[in-house]
């Protein structure tokens, strides 16, 4: 059975840090991996999307890595801001359904 | 205006009544999925469509129920059934095809039993 598991659980930086957060998988039979923002009692926002063949993928200040034969991804938030602050989750897709297993996530404070 | 709309915000239920939530999508996404986010527990999903007329069951399907009798549209019903139906409820939709690609998801409906 899949596993997806997120550390840290919580995570406080100064503002105009670079941090890494992280996300490993306990098999590597996966379609796609999919990083994604949620704030304070709205609804989850898509950052990004990587493909099992590919590595990584990038965004403006966001990138995202990913090693199937470890089962291992990390996003990489470079010269943080407090707008960036909000829990972070990521999801891995199977595949066979499309339907998405969770992280429980790494919620990020910045602080100015 | 493309995305996923989901109505209403918030939502109270006394006990035993049945209740619906709304989900439309206007991405022409194949499939759709609902999710329900208690703290502490993350996402946990509860049906998907992979195409109209058809669904599944997810891992908490028990007191929920679904249609899918339009591409557009997946509305959730929490019945009496449902012993805690207090949480978030989160409706995506993911495509082309059949789910396997990215997935989007509306601003969800926070369900309160009285």
């Known amino acids: 059975k899949q596993e997806v598991t997120q550390i840290p659980a919580a995570l406080s930086v100064p503002e105009g840090e670079n941090l890494v957060l992280n996300c490993s998988f306990t098999d590597s039979a996966i379609y796609n991996l999919q990083w994604f923002r949620q704030d304070p009692g709205k609804g989850l926002t898509s950052l990004l999307l990587i493909q099992s063949s590919q590595r990584e993928q990038t965004s403006g200040r966001l990138n995202a890595s990913l090693d199937k034969s470890s089962g291992r991804s990390t996003l990489y938030i470079a010269a943080s801001q407090p707008g960036d602050s909000a829990t972070y989750l990521c999801?891995?897709?199977?595949?066979?359904?499309?339907?998405?297993?969770f992280g429980q996530g790494t919620t990020l404070q910045v602080k100015p | 205006d493309g995305g996923i709309t989901q109505s209403p915000k918030y939502l109270f239920r006394k006990e035993g009544q049945n209740v619906t939530l709304s989900c439309e999508q206007n991405l022409n996404h194949d499939a759709m999925y609902w999710y329900r986010q208690d703290p502490g527990q993350g996402l946990r999903l509860i049906y998907y469509s992979q195409i109209v007329n058809d669904f599944q069951k997810g891992d908490i399907a028990e007191g929920y129920s679904v249609s899918r009798e339009k591409k557009e549209s997946f509305p959730l019903t929490v019945t009496s059934a449902q012993k805690n139906p207090t949480a978030f409820y989160l409706c995506?939709?993911?495509?082309?095809?059949?789910?396997?690609?990215?997935?989007?998801f509306g601003p969800g409906t926070r369900l309160t039993v009285l």
């Open positions: 995506a939709s993911g495509g082309p095809g059949m789910g396997y690609n990215e997935q989007f």
């Open positions: 999801a891995v897709n199977p595949g066979n359904t499309g339907k998405l297993i």
